[in-house]
């Protein structure tokens, strides 16, 4: 019976039965067509149980193993490796089903080949997590077949695994290698503060071809009889916390993620990059109540403690409180620093309910606000008009439009940096803005 239950009857054979029950109603009416028939259908048969008894043979004629990373990286491509190993005496036809875990909503997952005796082949797709959290994949079912695939004989092999999506780190080493690379400035693209102009003393040097002779030090250049300069470097040790807002308007979807995913993605590269930088980073986040605050430091694994809170976030689609925010500041932190807030807003009149909180907490520490801007209204904008339907939709996609910009203005006008950002290019713009008041050395 447990042979039964793995041994599969494929199309060839009903189509087999079809042509030999034919042959015998052909023989019903042609006599001696009867004996040819008979023995046809009987080595037909024998063929099949032929090829059972090859299919089953060995006791495990096929090895398969699942090759997947312990961590997801979020809404980028993961890849998974399926590796397939024949132990057949022959060559042999598979048909691979791997159960992958059912947020994806896929079922295509299905690989189909050939394998010769001892082979062994590696076979690879790419999954698209939009959501953080835990995902369990199931069994791999292989399904193999001999030359003439009349029967099939499944195997179950038991790959039951969770792994966990985390905020995308694959996206933050991407980051890393931009900044550290001195990328080109672009508007996707991360600028890199040149070197010049710095903050902090460092030490004094001989001067040489390239210097800014600005920087010459007269009195060191007297004692050494030589001309000395000094020279300078960025700041470091600044206090840099990363805020959060969970509440209701940060789940609006978009590319299949939430702005709240996209935010997490952009904060976990940004917080690597101001580490890199030297600098201390934290984090807060708020909805109706502040969840989180983690201090702002520098020291091994804050990154990795970033990582583990941003993956456990969950919200209750609540209205977002930023007095409790103002509050929670007051507390925990005395001192003044830089707060990089990602938020969104669907209206002005939302957002000037928000403005006096906004403005009191700008006065305490330097706020730069990263908006979301709505990248599908702006791609509507960019196409013809061509019926009345896509006139209506034009203008008011055109309100939103203007809206955002609105509320650029107001924060400006109050002394609030603003970072304006499509939901797929926040990661660079937050960089971008971090980057830009190092450049102007307000932190």
Not at 246 to 259: I, Q, V
Request: hydrophobic share 45%; proline share 3%; glycine share 6%.
């Amino acid at each position: 019976m447990k042979i039964l239950k793995h041994t599969y009857l494929t199309r060839r054979f009903f189509l087999g039965m079809l042509l030999g029950a034919f042959a015998f109603v052909m023989a019903y009416v042609f006599p001696w067509l009867f004996p040819v028939v008979t023995i046809l259908v009987v080595c037909w048969l024998g063929f099949v149980f032929w090829e059972g008894f090859l299919l089953y043979h060995p006791q495990e004629g096929m090895e398969v193993v699942r090759v997947v990373a312990d961590k997801l990286s979020n809404g980028e491509e993961n890849p998974v490796v399926l590796t397939l190993r024949n132990r057949y005496p022959l060559r042999v036809k598979i048909r691979v089903i791997d159960e992958i875990p059912v947020e994806f909503q896929k079922r295509d997952v299905c690989f189909l080949g050939k394998l010769a005796w001892g082979e062994q082949r590696e076979m690879t797709y790419t999954l698209h997590p939009v959501r953080r959290g835990v995902y369990v994949f199931g069994k791999i079912r292989v399904f193999v077949s001999c030359r003439y695939a009349f029967i099939e004989r499944r195997y179950s092999f038991d790959a039951d695994r969770e792994v966990a999506v985390y905020p995308s780190f694959m996206m933050m080493r991407r980051t890393e290698l931009a900044v550290l690379g001195n990328a080109q400035a672009s508007r996707d693209a991360v600028r890199v503060r040149a070197m010049g102009g710095l903050a902090a003393f460092e030490q004094i040097k001989p001067y040489v071809a390239g210097d800014d002779p600005r920087a010459v030090n007269w009195k060191a250049t007297a004692k050494m009889n030589r001309l000395m300069v000094n020279t300078y470097r960025e700041e470091r040790a600044q206090q840099i916390y990363c805020v959060l807002d969970m509440g209701r308007t940060m789940y609006s979807p978009f590319d299949g993620m939430t702005m709240l995913d996209h935010a997490v993605n952009a904060i976990l590269s940004l917080s690597n990059v101001i580490l890199k930088k030297e600098d201390r980073v934290g984090l807060i986040t708020f909805s109706n109540d502040c969840q989180e605050c983690l201090r702002a430091d520098n020291r091994p694994g804050q990154l990795q403690r970033m990582s583990e809170i941003l993956y456990r976030l969950e919200s209750h689609y609540l209205e977002t409180d930023f007095d409790r925010l103002y509050a929670l500041t007051l507390r925990q932190v005395p001192t003044r620093g830089l707060f990089i807030l990602f938020s969104n807003f669907d209206t002005v009149s939302g957002l000037q309910r928000h403005l006096a909180t906004l403005q009191r907490l700008a006065k305490r520490q330097l706020l730069l606000v990263v908006l979301f801007e709505n990248s599908e209204l702006v791609r509507g904008l960019e196409q013809p008009v061509m019926s009345v339907r896509e006139a209506y939709f034009e203008t008011v996609a055109t309100g939103f439009a203007l809206e955002k910009r609105q509320m650029v203005h107001e924060l400006s006008r109050l002394g609030i940096h603003v970072v304006l950002s499509r939901p797929e290019a926040l990661t660079l713009s937050a960089i971008n803005g971090y980057l830009a008041l190092k450049r102007q050395k307000l932190i």
